[in-house]
C-alpha cells in the first residue's frame, strides 16, 4: 500500500486557506517529500505522520514557492533530533541554493546531502524507483514519478519440488538469493513474472508535451498543476509556462492514467471545484486537490 498526502494546492503564494503545493509519500513507514515552498512544515505537522521518517526531499524546481520552506523544515527536523543523512534531489543548480539557504539554518546535527540529477534518471530511495523528466518551464524543472515494484506470485508447487526448505521460502519471495547447506536459490526459479506496482506521477509548473504523457504512463495517481480552471486562460497559461485544468486532464486521459488530483492553483483562481468539469469532461476520473487530501493505493492483482 503506498499513502499519498497532498500537503498542500497553492501556487506562487501561500493565502490563509491554501498552503503551497507539495506532496508526501508513504511507503513501508519511510517518507518521500516532493517540494517544499513556505510554510510546508506546517503541512507536514497537520498531516500527522511525522517527521522523522522522511528519507528525501524531491524539488521540481528552485522557484521560491517549492523551496523557500527549506531552512524552516531542516531546522525543525533538527529540533525532533534528527542524525541519519537527508537527501535533497533536484535539477541543476539545485545544490546552490541549497547552501544559500543552509546559511540561514547553519549546524544541523545532520548532513544535506544535494543531488543534481541531470536528464532522465532513475534512483532507488527505500523500497521507491524515483524517476525524473526534464520538464519546459522558466528554469530547469522536473516532474517525478515514484513506482513501487511488485515482485511475481510465489509458486509453491515448484518451490516444493526444487526441494527449497520452506524456512527459506519468505526470503526468496521477497527477492533474496539465498546459499543454503551448499546450495544457492534465486528468486526468479520460483517466483512468477512480476506484477503491477504503484506508480505516483507529480507534475507542476510546466506545460504538456507528448514525452510527459509518456512519462506519466499508467500512474495510478497523477497529481498534475492545473494554474487555472477556465478554458479562456489558456493563452495566460502558455505564457506562463504553466497548464490549464483541461490540458492536465488530457495528460491524465493520454497517459492512460487511473485518477487525476489538480493542484498547484493561482491566487486569483478561488474556488478550483467550479471548474472541476473542464477537466471531468476530458477525463472523467479528475479531481481538484485541496490540502491535505489523502489516499491510499493498494497493490491490484
Ligand atoms: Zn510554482
Ligand atoms: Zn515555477
Not at 535539477?91 to 536528464?119: H, T
Amino acid at each position: 500500500m503506498v499513502e499519498v498526502c497532498l500537503l498542500g494546492c497553492g501556487g506562487m503564494m501561500p493565502l490563509p486557506h491554501r498552503r503551497l503545493a507539495a506532496l508526501l509519500i508513504r511507503y513501508k513507514g519511510r517518507m518521500i517529500l516532493i517540494d517544499c515552498g513556505e510554510g510546508t512544515q506546517l503541512s507536514v505537522r497537520q498531516a500527522g505522520w511525522g517527521f522523522k521518517a522522511i528519507d528525501a526531499v524531491l524539488f521540481t524546481h528552485c522557484h521560491a514557492d517549492h523551496i523557500a520552506g527549506l531552512p524552516g523544515f531542516l531546522l525543525t527536523l533538527g529540533n525532533a533530533g534528527r542524525t541519519e543523512p537527508l537527501k535533497l534531489v533536484g535539477p541543476k543548480g539545485l545544490a546552490d541554493v541549497v547552501r544559500g539557504l543552509c546559511v540561514i539554518a547553519p549546524n544541523l546535527p545532520f548532513d544535506v546531502q544535494a543531488l543534481e540529477l541531470s536528464e532522465e534518471t532513475s534512483i532507488q530511495i527505500g523500497g521507491v524507483i524515483v524517476e525524473n523528466l526534464p520538464m519546459t518551464h522558466t528554469v530547469p524543472c522536473f516532474a517525478y514519478s515514484l513506482y513501487v515494484p511488485r515482485s511475481g506470485r510465489f509458486d509453491a508447487e515448484r518451490a516444493r519440488l526444487l526441494g527449497i526448505p520452506v524456512s527459506l521460502w519468505h526470503r526468496l519471495q521477497h527477492g533474496e538469493t539465498i546459499t543454503h547447506a551448499g546450495k544457492t536459490y534465486r528468486p526468479e526459479s520460483v517466483l512468477g513474472p512480476q506484477r503491477r506496482g504503484i506508480k505516483i506521477t507529480y507534475c507542476t509548473d510546466a506545460r504538456p508535451s507528448r514525452k510527459l504523457m509518456l512519462f506519466c504512463g499508467g500512474s495510478d495517481l497523477l497529481v498534475c498543476e492545473g494554474l487555472y480552471g477556465e478554458n479562456e486562460k489558456l493563452s495566460d497559461a502558455i505564457e506562463k509556462k504553466h497548464m490549464i485544468f483541461s490540458e492536465a486532464a488530457q495528460v491524465a486521459k493520454e497517459s492512460g492514467s487511473r485518477e487525476l488530483w489538480l493542484t498547484h492553483y493561482s491566487p486569483s483562481l478561488k474556488v478550483p471545484e467550479e471548474y472541476i468539469h473542464e477537466a471531468a469532461s476530458v477525463f472523467p476520473n479528475s479531481f481538484c486537490g485541496y490540502d491535505l487530501k489523502t489516499a491510499a493505493f493498494r497493490f491490484s492483482e
